[in-house]
């Protein structure tokens, strides 16, 4: 996939690795393996969370573009 790459974190597990938090399978967020642009959380996360979190990278990459 060619640059600018941006990654969008949905749900509390994939943001802070809970509830296996400590697990022996599970990392502690993806964070630590990916950058993160946007958070959305919630478990599951709603729908206007989801939306929101599209909408703001939607105006991080027409930020960067100008």
Do not use: T, W
């Not at 690795?17 to 990392?27: K, L």
Request: hydrophobic share 35%; with cysteine.
């Amino acid at each position: 996939m060619p640059e600018p790459k941006y990654v969008i974190a949905i749900g509390s597990c994939a943001i802070s690795g809970a509830p296996f938090h400590g697990s022996y399978s599970h990392h502690e967020g993806v964070q630590n393996v990916l950058p993160v642009d946007v958070y959305v959380g919630g478990c599951p996360p709603r729908p206007e969370a989801i939306i929101d979190g599209i909408l703001k990278i939607i105006e991080k990459i027409r930020s960067q573009r100008r």
